[in-house]
């Protein structure tokens, strides 16, 4: 393998103690140096004298690899390697099952250099600024103003079937193009970088959605939009090493990298633990820093929708934005959950238009649709925890039809409700109150209720509740 820089100039910027959350990736750079010299004879003479035959079982059991002399260059070379955990192999070899042992041995054989730590010292030096000597940024790094930013990382996450990837679509075709995202200022792209759309929930489906937006508006269709309609994994170092090699040989400046959806990106690891999506986030920030890309994840909402997005909590601990968007009646809200150093936007809503993509063999119509900008719900992006369960019920129930007109001298006379007992009931369902018994139940449902009563989103008088829509 092609080495760009010594083991020691890599290592040098690693702890000397604990094994770096990168390490892996860092070491999979250097298999040639390292590899040579592990004590691989006592290794073959370990496992000859316990009468078992030299191989090396893969993590989790799921591959064994000859290890004899003749498949070494097959095993270790630049295909094959990155599939391995350098580390496994290190302790494996050195009959250690302490990772951080492993490491040791990387640094005792490649140490860090004294003259490049007194060099490093310098560099951390140089750059301390006294307090009176600090000034703050005032030029944007905006890709979409007051939504993300430049060489960041950001996740949009709903519940299925909410719109996400219209939406992201729409988005990442507007940073591409460099033009204003529905009134809001996009950093322009004069030098035509790359927005790479990783759909790896399937091609055919985001063809069409692609398609609709560039036959419905002819601007948005540039060849820096670039779709990528395949699976990769970002658990693992490979496919992130693969993008960031195939972005370099090719010349192709990159601004923006969608990954479409995470549990389609994330390989084996398991998005609940924080160790797996700890390995996720490092292939994210590999990515992002080696190609001064922003890296959008899109995600799925947890079962409990008020607790964010699926997963581990890592994932929004690591990443600067954070994008939820909501469903009713029709209208999809977007709303910033986190911002870590942009102030928040306003809230975006739309619903969907459907666009013709032309006539199937049987001569009907293939169609598919891209959003279009919707009055935002009056008082309701922010409303979250049993109040937005509330809410969801109440829309649920009138989706269904399960309205009735309404009778009494406070009930408006020109619409119909709900009656207070079948929301209860629809809440009940939903698991409103997180406590046992029915006095927990009536508790959190009138303080839901409440709140969306001060808040001017539902009217109540009786037994009746109703929907208010922009009174």
Not at 274 to 287: E, H, R, S, T
Request: aromatic share 6%; glycine share 10%; hydrophobic share 40%.
């Amino acid at each position: 393998m092609s080495m760009s820089y010594p083991p020691s100039q890599f290592l040098h910027a690693c702890p000397v103690t604990g094994v770096p959350r990168d390490a892996n990736f860092q070491l999979r750079q250097h298999i040639d140096d390292w590899f040579p010299r592990l004590p691989w004879d006592e290794v073959e003479e370990r496992h000859q004298n316990s009468g078992d035959p030299f191989r090396w079982n893969a993590k989790k059991g799921e591959n064994t690899l000859l290890m004899d002399g003749s498949d070494f260059g097959m095993i270790m070379g630049p295909d094959y390697a990155n599939d391995l955990d350098p580390l496994d192999v290190i302790a494996f070899a050195l009959d250690v099952d302490d990772e951080g042992q492993a490491w040791d041995w990387v640094l005792q054989q490649f140490p860090p250099e004294p003259e490049k730590a007194r060099d490093r010292a310098d560099s951390l030096f140089d750059q301390l600024s006294d307090m009176p000597d600090v000034e703050p940024s005032l030029s944007s790094r905006h890709l979409v103003k007051g939504w993300i930013d430049a060489s960041s990382a950001s996740v949009v996450y709903g519940e299925s079937n909410v719109g996400k990837t219209f939406f992201v679509t729409d988005l990442a075709a507007h940073v591409a193009a460099g033009l204003d995202w529905h009134g809001v200022p996009v950093a322009p792209n004069p030098a035509q970088e790359a927005v790479i759309y990783v759909a790896a929930e399937g091609g055919h489906g985001i063809k069409g959605r692609v398609k609709a937006l560039s036959l419905d508006r002819p601007e948005l269709s540039t060849r820096a939009f670039k779709l990528l309609p395949t699976t990769l994994d970002f658990f693992r170092p490979t496919d992130a090493v693969a993008l960031i090699d195939m972005a370099r040989r090719n010349g192709l400046g990159v601004r923006m990298v969608v990954l479409d959806t995470l549990a389609r990106t994330m390989g084996e690891g398991d998005e609940n633990t924080a160790k797996d999506m700890g390995k996720y986030i490092a292939n994210i920030d590999a990515l992002r820093q080696s190609l001064g890309c922003h890296v959008m994840v899109v995600h799925h909402s947890g079962k409990d929708t008020t607790k964010g997005a699926r997963g581990s909590g890592s994932l929004r601990a690591a990443v600067d934005t954070e994008i939820e968007l909501q469903g009713e009646w029709g209208i999809t809200t977007a709303a910033q959950r986190k911002q870590r150093d942009m102030q928040m936007g306003e809230p975006f809503a739309f619903s969907l238009r459907t666009v013709a993509l032309g006539k199937d063999e049987d001569g009907e119509d293939v169609t598919s649709a891209v959003i279009e900008p919707a009055e935002v719900r009056r008082n309701t992006a922010n409303i979250a925890g049993a109040a937005g369960i509330a809410l969801s019920a109440l829309d649920a129930l009138i989706e269904r039809g399960e309205t009735e007109p309404m009778s009494g001298n406070l009930c408006p006379s020109d619409r119909s409700g709900v009656r207070l007992e079948v929301w209860r009931k629809e809440c009940r369902l939903r698991r409103l109150s997180q406590g046992e018994g029915e006095s927990a139940e009536r508790t959190a449902f009138g303080r839901a209720k409440g709140k969306l009563a001060k808040a001017g989103i539902i009217g109540e008088a009786g037994e009746w509740v109703w929907r208010k829509v922009n009174d």
